[in-house]
């Protein structure tokens, strides 16, 4: 997944993914902040809706402008329901989100089950990018106990106490952007910790 919320050059995001491809055999999906993020050397991309974004064209206008440039780079398109939390972060301030509350699971389970119900194939609870904490196990508990599709888990992943929690809430897929970038090592040692836990689980 190849993304972020300040990108701002189609050529620059195309030409990372490229050599990605040139390093991996792994598809690669597009987490794209706007249309200047679909790029023609991906595999496919996240057809998000920005689900508590109180502008239009994060919930509408953004899919309808890169809809037809990803016809026209036979991209497969993955519908996801975006829901973000955390009101200091970036994602927040660039799509206009109203935050979710925290202590409020019903809240973020209405929001999930609308999304499944439109036909959306992904929820995605979103942290933001350096979020100071992850969505509580609580939230993520209460949306993967309701809806039937599968729950992706982003912002604020720091250590192996935090991924076990998010785990055993329910998670299917745990975003971890920002310790890629700052702590490798400690990103080594996370995905060694979940392929252990998927084989005795």
Avoid: C, H
Avoid at 21 to 38: D, G, M, R, Y
Avoid at 89 to 96: D, E, F, I, N, P
Avoid at 132 to 159: H, K, L, M, Q
Avoid at 179 to 195: D, F, G, R, V, W
């Amino acid at each position: 997944m190849v993304g972020g919320s300040t990108i701002d050059s189609q050529i620059d995001l195309d030409n990372f993914v490229k050599s990605l491809k040139a390093a991996t055999s792994l598809p690669i999906i597009i987490f794209p902040n706007n249309v200047q993020a679909v790029v023609p050397s991906a595999d496919a991309i996240w057809y998000m809706v920005l689900m508590n974004s109180l502008d239009w064209y994060f919930v509408m206008g953004a899919q309808i402008q890169a809809s037809l440039l990803i016809k026209k780079y036979d991209l497969e398109a993955i519908p996801m329901g975006y829901l973000v939390f955390n009101s200091e972060t970036a994602v927040a301030s660039m799509g206009r989100a109203l935050p979710l509350p925290k202590n409020q699971p019903e809240v973020a389970v209405a929001y999930s089950l609308a999304a499944q119900y439109i036909g959306m194939r992904f929820i995605y609870l979103e942290g933001g990018s350096g979020a100071p904490s992850p969505i509580p196990a609580e939230i993520i508990r209460a949306v993967a106990n309701t809806v039937d599709i599968p729950v992706i888990v982003g912002g604020g992943i720091r250590d192996i106490t935090q991924v076990n929690e998010i785990i055993k809430a329910g998670a299917s897929v745990i975003v971890t952007g920002t310790l890629a970038e700052q702590n490798p090592n400690m990103l080594e040692s996370l995905i060694t910790y979940i392929k252990g836990f998927r084989r005795t689980n």
